[in-house]
């Protein structure tokens, strides 16, 4: 059974940072793309990163470039996304999830974890 679970969030002053993490189980963790995506109150869930399969490439969104960097151990089937500069923003609820594809789509993944709660306010 496909399994990711997030852990890291929770309350930083605006400039701090924060270290999330995506852990999987159930399958074949270097075989899929991990994406990081976030939903705040009254918006869509967008996208924020993701990592390829072996690690060797990523994408972010224009809003956390330069801000945010996305990892992966595959040998600890973890995820990490590490998050500096943080603004108010910012603040909302993440999600990893997984796809076979390279895309920063939420369309195009299919299982999801339950999300953690990523507060930026002083």
């Known amino acids: 059974q496909l399994q990711l679970v997030e852990s890291g969030g929770g309350l930083v002053q605006p400039g701090g940072s924060l270290r999330l993490s995506c852990g999987v189980s159930?399958?074949?963790?270097?075989?899929?793309?991990i994406g990081w995506f976030r939903q705040a109150p009254g918006k869509e869930r967008e996208g924020v990163s993701c990592?390829?399969?072996?690690?060797?490439?990523?994408k972010y969104a224009d809003s956390v470039k330069g801000r945010f960097t996305i990892s992966r151990d595959n040998a600890k089937n973890t995820v990490y996304l590490q998050m500096n500069s943080l603004k108010p923003e910012d603040t909302a609820v993440y999600y990893c999830?997984?796809?076979?594809?390279?895309?920063?789509?939420?369309?195009?993944?299919?299982?999801w974890g339950q999300g953690t709660q990523v507060t930026v306010s002083s």
């Open positions: 990592v390829s399969s072996g690690g060797g490439r990523t």
């Open positions: 159930g399958f074949t963790f270097d075989y899929y793309t």
């Open positions: 999830a997984a796809t076979v594809l390279f895309s920063l789509s939420l369309h195009d993944y299919t299982t």
